[in-house]
T-cell receptor, first 111, second 115 residues
C-alpha cells in the first residue's frame, strides 16, 4: 500500500510495550478532541474521544489524557501489537463537527 | 457494507481535465464532509453539508472546486481544469448533527494523481 506520510515523526516500540503519542493544540476554546488511526491507503478510523470536562478517558487498550492548562493531549496504547502500526492523528472537533487535524505520528511496532 | 463509500478509489488524470468524485455517507447521517490530505499531512477541511445545504467552505476550496449534495444523501466533488497541485487524497466523512454520538466516520478516500 502507499504511504500515508513520508516525513512524519516516528515512534518505534517493541511489541508488548506501551506506546505514548503526544499532541499539542492551539485553540484554548476547543472542547472536544478525537484520536484517529490511519493505516496505509485507508481513511482515518475513530479510536477514542474526550471532552474538555474530563482529563482522562479509557477505552479498550487505549487511554486519552487531556491537559487543558498546557493544551496537550496524549494517546496511550497498552501492550502494543503489530496491528497498531499506523499513523495517529489528534483532531479538534469544532463547530459543525468540522475537524482540525494535528500533524500526525507514525507508530511502528517491532515484533 | 454500511460505512462511508467513495468512488473511484484511484483516479489519474491529465492536467486541465475535469474530474468528479462521489461519496455515499452512512445512511442515517445528515452531515457530510469533504477533506483533502497530502502526503505527510493530516486531512484538511474543504466543505460540509447538512442535508442538502452546503453550510461551510474552506478558503482551500478554490473556484475550480464545486461540491453538491442534491438530495441530502450522496455527494459529488468536482474539480475543473485540474492542476498538478490538486494531486492528493480526497476524503469524505459523515456524521450525525446531534445526539450522543456525533463523531465523523471516514471513507477510504479517492487518490487523485494529476499528470
Amino acid at each position: 500500500g502507499e504511504s500515508v506520510g513520508l516525513h512524519l515523526p516516528t515512534l518505534s516500540v517493541q511489541e508488548g510495550d506501551n506506546s505514548i503519542i503526544n499532541c499539542a493544540y492551539s485553540n484554548s476554546a476547543s472542547d472536544y478532541f478525537i484520536w484517529y488511526k490511519q493505516e496505509s491507503g485507508k481513511g482515518p478510523q475513530f479510536i477514542i474521544d474526550i471532552r474538555s470536562n474530563m482529563d482522562k478517558r479509557q477505552g479498550q487498550r487505549v487511554t486519552v489524557l487531556l491537559n487543558k492548562t498546557v493544551k496537550h493531549l496524549s494517546l496511550q496504547i497498552a501492550a502494543t501489537q503489530p496491528g497498531d502500526s499506523a499513523v495517529y492523528f489528534c483532531a479538534e472537533n469544532g463547530a459543525g463537527n468540522m475537524l482540525t487535524f494535528g500533524g500526525g505520528t507514525r507508530l511502528m511496532v517491532k515484533p | 457494507d454500511t460505512g462511508v463509500s467513495q468512488d473511484p478509489r484511484h483516479k489519474i488524470t491529465k492536467r486541465g481535465q475535469n474530474v468528479t468524485f462521489r461519496c455515499d455517507p452512512i445512511s442515517e447521517h445528515n452531515r457530510l464532509y469533504w477533506y483533502r490530505q497530502t502526503l505527510g499531512q493530516g486531512p484538511e477541511f474543504l466543505t460540509y453539508f447538512q442535508n442538502e445545504a452546503q453550510l461551510e467552505k474552506s478558503r482551500l476550496l478554490s473556484d475550480r472546486f464545486s461540491a453538491e449534495r442534491p438530495k441530502g444523501s450522496f455527494s459529488t466533488l468536482e474539480i475543473q481544469r485540474t492542476e498538478q497541485g490538486d494531486s492528493a487524497m480526497y476524503l469524505c466523512a459523515s456524521s450525525l448533527a446531534s445526539g450522543a454520538n456525533t463523531e465523523a466516520f471516514f471513507g477510504q478516500g479517492t487518490r487523485l494523481t494529476v499528470v
